[in-house]
């Protein structure tokens, strides 16, 4: 294994054709609150996305976790254009037992259902498996957050299960949580999917 797993994952920039990570920086602030407002993003009540105003704290929030090794989160960038077009993390690492969880995503409304999210799952997968050698790779989303599974899902991701009454969701509803992994031995399969959505006629 490349990185040894009692560390936190270091800062690393992922690039592709239709996307680039970057580690977050409080210099993107501006470009994420133009991007969050290609769609008031904020507004809807099944998912979390950052308003303007909390932006600032959003980032602080993450980088935070950063420290902490708890959390690895990135500016997405769509390319060519060069534009911010929304945040990505590593979240909930578990060096011990090798898993980490894809999650806190949120993207414009002007890069939604384009190769970018395909790509930058692509990306963020294979540096998990092939770099930070982990065993498994979680998402999680709202049940009724149908966008979101049916994403999850194209990836080649499998539900593993339901958490019932598992979070409050912003508007102090009870969010029950679907739980989707990717593991190790499925990585190869899922990676030629992945690729093959990327590169097919659209």
Partial sequence: MAEPTDRPIQPVTLAGRHVRLEPLSPAHHDGLVAAAQDGALWRLWYTSVPDPEGMAA?????LGLQAAGAM??????SEPDGRIAGMTTYMNIDASNRRVEIGSTWYARRVQRSGLNTEAKRLLLGHAFETLDCVAVEFRT??????SRRAIERLGAKLDGILRCHQRAKDGTLRDTCVYSVI???????RSHLTWLLERPR
């Fill in 72 to 77: 690895a989160p990135f500016t997405v960038f």
């Fill in 184 to 190: 190790a031995p499925e990585w190869p399969a899922v």
């Fill in 58 to 62: 959003e980032i602080t929030r993450r």
């Fill in 142 to 147: 709202h049940f009724l957050n149908h966008q």
